[in-house]
């Protein structure tokens, strides 16, 4: 993957849109295997992507139903980290379109491109917290130095920093019910994935290796996490899953390149992420029962942060 500037390689180191910055190595011809293409999911799927290499990361949708791929932003700016509402009828995401990185709104379609935060320093990552309201995010910032986590209700407009130590913590990710989030931070000097209350309290951590854990994500039933590493001397990232209190960690995908980015199918019987194969970096799914790798989309440049609607 492509470094876009400093605070990309921060921010990004931990949630997968960055965490293959160094060129694959393609394996032997001989041992390059296409996977079959995805048909059998449903929903829809937003994602970060550089049409060209150098052009600036834009929003895109891909409709499963359709398999017809609708770019969102067009402004020449990066934007990145798309999430979708618990309704599947908005999105937020960042973008740097004055400079630094904030917080912006919009529909499905594109349309009503709003800012909804503006903090002094780069804001990404923005995740909507579950449940009908649709009314608060989770998010990092590094307004006050080191990058935190933070809430943001959009409603009373009103933030809340969660995360107040001298770590990096980045990676927000609410679980199905809303009562925690789990969240990345290198407290004990190596990134690790960590889980707290919704308010910010009762810290606990789930990974303890000298490894690179970064991009915690839940399943729709709140049992597991999905997730990445770094596990020396590998030096690829792969897909694991754990369960929710941290046990149970299996290893997904072991090839010979860098797979990132997960994102649960609403349904959670399929995991999607993002590949950087010997063929180009593309999007791939993972039926979560049979293991199996199917390929989705590819043709761009570079992909990005993925999130999964009904």
């Excluded at 909507?128 to 209700?153: A, C, H, K, L, R």
């Amino acid at each position: 993957m492509k470094k876009i500037s400093m605070f990309i390689m921060i921010a990004m180191l931990a949630i997968g849109f960055l965490v293959a910055c160094a060129p694959q190595a393609a394996p032997a011809a001989e041992e390059i295997v296409e996977p079959p293409a995805f048909t059998g999911g449903s929903g829809r799927i937003a994602f970060g992507a550089q049409m060209e290499d150098k052009d600036q990361y834009e929003i895109f949708v891909l409709d499963l139903s359709t398999g017809e791929v609708t770019r969102l932003t067009k402004n020449g700016f990066a934007d990145i980290s798309p999430s979708w509402s618990p309704q599947g009828d908005r999105i937020v995401y960042a973008s740097n379109v004055k400079g630094i990185y904030d917080i912006f709104s919009m529909d499905g379609l594109g349309n009503e491109q709003t800012q909804v935060l503006d903090m002094d320093g780069d804001d990404t990552e923005p995740t909507w917290m579950p449940g009908d309201s649709e009314s608060v995010i989770v998010f990092q910032s590094n307004t006050y130095g080191d990058y935190d986590i933070f809430t943001y209700n959009l409603d009373t407009e009103k933030s809340t920093q969660l995360t107040k130590s001298d770590a990096q913590e980045t990676q927000a990710n609410w679980s199905p019910d809303g009562k925690q989030i789990a969240y990345v931070s290198n407290a004990d000097e190596d990134f690790d994935i960590y889980v707290m209350n919704a308010n910010g309290t009762q810290p606990t951590q789930l990974t303890k290796n000298k490894a690179y854990d970064s991009t915690p994500v839940w399943s729709p039933d709140g049992k597991r996490l999905a997730f990445i590493s770094k596990r020396d001397p590998d030096p690829h990232f792969h897909l694991y899953l754990m369960n929710a209190d941290g046990s149970g960690e299996e290893q997904l995908t072991q090839s010979d390149y860098t797979d990132h980015s997960p994102a649960w199918s609403p349904d959670g019987q399929h995991l999607a992420f993002i590949s950087e194969t010997p063929q180009g970096s593309r999007i791939m799914v993972m039926n979560i029962i049979s293991r199996d790798v199917y390929s989705l989309l590819s043709g761009y440049y570079d992909y990005a942060r993925l999130s999964w609607t009904k």
